[in-house]
């Protein structure tokens, strides 16, 4: 399966700043995906970014909140902008999906808003 | 539509006792079921898989039986140990479709007493 590196690992930002994810797999993949897991919850998906297209946002997502871009078959951002506590969450990026494989996650970026 | 539900936590168990987290599925055809565990400042690791009714996903000491008849995936493992505190996800990905997206139950938190 992928392997997947997703940076920073964690973060303290103030609120109204933006923070970038990044997200790198170690191979093409056509589909990625972002997740946010609020304190205590299980994943929220935010949107699929697909290579060379408009990401897809899922109910209650904006693209104004959430920029995403995909650059390649193996790269893709998050932006969290604008920020307020409320936004404090982990963020996961993930791939899969083909066959029966699954999905592979990275290890999550941990946002602390103050 | 699908879903998931599965056991609410926390759990807390001794060291070495039986392990159950109760998971049922409602899904329509044939989904493959997954069990993602998270440690403790980590992302999600997959445990194990099944994909056909009647598979037994196995990894690392724990089990889970693909249960059509009762649609079910049940979390087993015969001794816990205190590594294996994290919070577990039961989830199934749909199949038949590149458009269907993998749908995690609330998690379930498990922490095992030395």
């Known amino acids: 399966s992928a392997v997947i590196s997703q940076k920073p690992s964690r973060d303290i930002c103030q609120r109204g700043t933006s923070l970038t994810i990044q997200c790198q797999v170690d191979s093409q993949v056509t589909m990625m995906f972002w997740y946010r897991q609020q304190p205590g919850q299980s994943l929220t998906l935010i949107a699929t970014a697909n290579q060379g297209s408009e990401a897809t946002y899922e109910s209650g997502f904006v693209i104004d909140k959430f920029p995403i871009s995909r650059p390649n078959l193996t790269f893709s951002t998050l932006t969290v902008s604008n920020m307020s506590p409320e936004d404090s969450s982990i963020y996961l990026c993930?791939?899969?999906?083909?066959?029966?494989?699954?999905?592979?996650f990275g290890s999550g970026t941990r946002l602390t808003v103050v | 539509g699908d879903s998931v539900t599965q056991m609410e936590g926390p759990v807390t168990l001794s060291e070495e006792a039986f392990l159950t987290i109760n998971c049922t599925y409602t899904a329509t055809g044939y989904p493959s079921l997954f069990w993602y565990v998270q440690y403790p400042g980590e992302g999600l690791q997959l445990l194990l898989k099944?994909?056909?009714?009647?598979d037994k996903g196995s990894n690392k000491g724990f089990e889970a039986t693909y249960r059509k008849e009762t649609t079910s995936f049940h979390l087993e493992k015969g001794s816990v140990q205190v590594s294996d505190s994290a919070v577990y996800f039961c989830a199934l990905w749909p199949l038949g479709s590149s458009a269907s997206k993998i749908i995690f139950g609330s998690g379930t938190r498990l922490s095992i007493r030395p």
């Open positions: 993930s791939v899969g999906g083909q066959g029966n494989y699954g999905y592979t």
């Open positions: 099944a994909t056909k009714a009647d």
